[in-house]
């Protein structure tokens, strides 16, 4: 044996039998999460096993699970950061508006892959209003870009009328808008202002910057006429604000009566939804036709067909809510359901239960509802787990070296953890449970032992100081 592994050993280093050594390990499947003792029969009969002597062997075992299970991390990352975009993605390609509903989105693409692929459907429904937060910034943003661009034109086709004005070498302060107007009424700058309003403002503004030179008797007249003008306008505009202070009071008293009967209506409305609307399945279009039908709808006059269907998807959804909260509980009350029970067996254990069937008539939404379910609980599972091995002050940085040396040290971890119900209900994941436990030993074995009670931080002390 010896003979043989000097012959595979000779001509060559040892960082190129390292190199084989670990080809071998990556070749043969071990887990970078596992120990020495568990991986050996995978390889022990490769004939690249003898490579290395018995220390160097295991020292390059070591270096290998480290690196790989660092590998494995940065894959398991980019793979979530791959389904987060993917599902971006989906969101972009589905269409939606700012006044979209997550409901909706799940009931039409809930059965797809890229859906699928974020476990957790909190963060789906964050990635989600997300996009629409991005849709509502978009649109107020080109809304904003064309009112730029109205104010743009606008002020071009102003500019142009002004330069067709200063073309007019007879104009003076003393000109009139009707003589000048039929003067330039066939030229494009004039007609490119459809508003006549605005050609005499414009006009008025242009004679303003003029400066009468002659000594005419007429210019007095003139300056008298403006003057008597203004003092006649500010005199109106006092008027209007008397008028307006003394009836500001009454306006907003009417503001709020009509805003106190708005709200009678809706509330109208809102009984006249759950007296006729109970099932969840129902649509705006046909429910409007028979809500019409009752007496209450003519108390309703005073809120608008858009207020109305917005109070309907409201009511609905309410419903929906309670319904599925009802069947949520009937698949929590079903203690038969384990965690990766398929579909069509779990639906045998729940179907003669009222709430199965109030849920709707859509066997595929109950499966999507289920697979969520599922999902939550898998995810509260591994979360719970994590808690427990937090809790068992006997696992510590060093028991990852003692459960490598020793079997029986790895047994005694896993007995104590069995005595919790928190571990016993991954036994339908046990590969997941495990790489969860080798994690967090790893974990506690890079930190180190903890700090000792006595210890104090430094920027403490000098703070003390």
């Not at 080809?23 to 490579?51: C, H, I, N």
């Not at 039929?182 to 503004?205: N, T």
């Not at 008597?228 to 709020?256: H, Y």
């Not at 599972?381 to 809790?391: G, N, R, S, V, Y």
Request: hydrophobic share 30%.
């Amino acid at each position: 044996m010896e003979l043989k592994a000097a012959k595979l050993r000779a001509g060559k280093s040892l960082e190129q039998r390292q190199e084989e050594f670990k080809q071998m390990l990556l070749e043969r499947g071990v887990s970078a999460f596992s120990t020495w003792d568990k991986e050996l029969p995978k390889f022990v009969f490769d004939p690249r096993y003898m490579l290395l002597g018995v220390k160097d062997r295991k020292v390059c075992f070591e270096d290998f699970i480290r690196t790989r299970a660092e590998e494995e991390r940065k894959e398991k990352r980019n793979k979530l950061k791959e389904k987060r975009d993917a599902f971006k993605r989906l969101l972009e390609e589905a269409r939606l508006t700012p006044k979209s509903l997550f409901s909706d989105f799940v009931v039409k693409y809930g059965k797809q892959e890229i859906f699928k692929g974020i476990e957790k459907l909190r963060e789906r429904e964050t990635l989600f209003n997300e996009h629409l937060e991005e849709l509502k910034l978009s649109r107020k943003s080109k809304e904003e870009e064309l009112k730029q661009a109205a104010r743009g034109r606008i002020e071009k086709l102003k500019n142009d009328f002004v330069e067709l004005l200063r073309e007019q070498k007879s104009l003076s302060v003393r000109s009139h808008w009707k003589k000048v107007k039929a003067a330039i009424a066939d030229d494009s700058r004039y007609k490119a202002v459809e508003s006549s309003s605005l050609r005499e403002d414009y006009f008025k503004e242009y004679i303003k910057t003029l400066t009468d030179t002659s000594n005419e008797p007429g210019v007095a007249a003139v300056e008298e006429r403006d003057r008597q003008e203004r003092i006649q306008a500010s005199l109106r505009e006092r008027e209007r604000e008397v008028m307006m202070s003394r009836t500001a009071q009454e306006k907003e008293w009417d503001r709020e009566k009509e805003e106190l009967r708005k709200s009678e209506a809706a509330q109208h409305f809102k009984a006249l939804l759950v007296d006729m609307v109970r099932n969840a399945d129902a649509t705006w279009h046909d429910t409007k036709k028979n809500l019409r039908k009752d007496h209450r709808w003519e108390l309703t006059e005073l809120i608008d067909d858009h207020e109305r269907e917005k109070l309907f998807r409201s009511h609905v959804n309410n419903l929906l809510e309670r319904k599925r909260l009802q069947f949520r509980r009937l698949m929590e009350e079903t203690s038969q359901i384990t965690l990766t029970m398929p579909w069509k067996k779990a639906r045998k254990l729940i179907k003669e239960d009222p709430r199965y069937k109030n849920f709707g008539d859509s066997d595929e939404r109950r499966e999507a509802e289920y697979d969520y379910y599922l999902r939550e609980k898998m995810v509260a599972a591994k979360e719970d787990f994590k808690k427990l091995l937090l809790e068992i002050k006997s696992i510590t940085y060093r028991t990852r070296a003692l459960v490598q040396e020793s079997e029986k040290h790895y047994k005694d971890v896993i007995d104590v953890l069995k005595n919790d119900k928190r571990y016993l209900i991954l036994d339908c994941e046990a590969e997941e449970r495990e790489k969860i436990l080798q994690n967090y030993l790893v974990e506690l074995e890079e930190k180190g032992p903890p700090p000792p009670p006595t210890a104090t931080n430094p920027s403490d002390r000098l703070k003390r100081l």
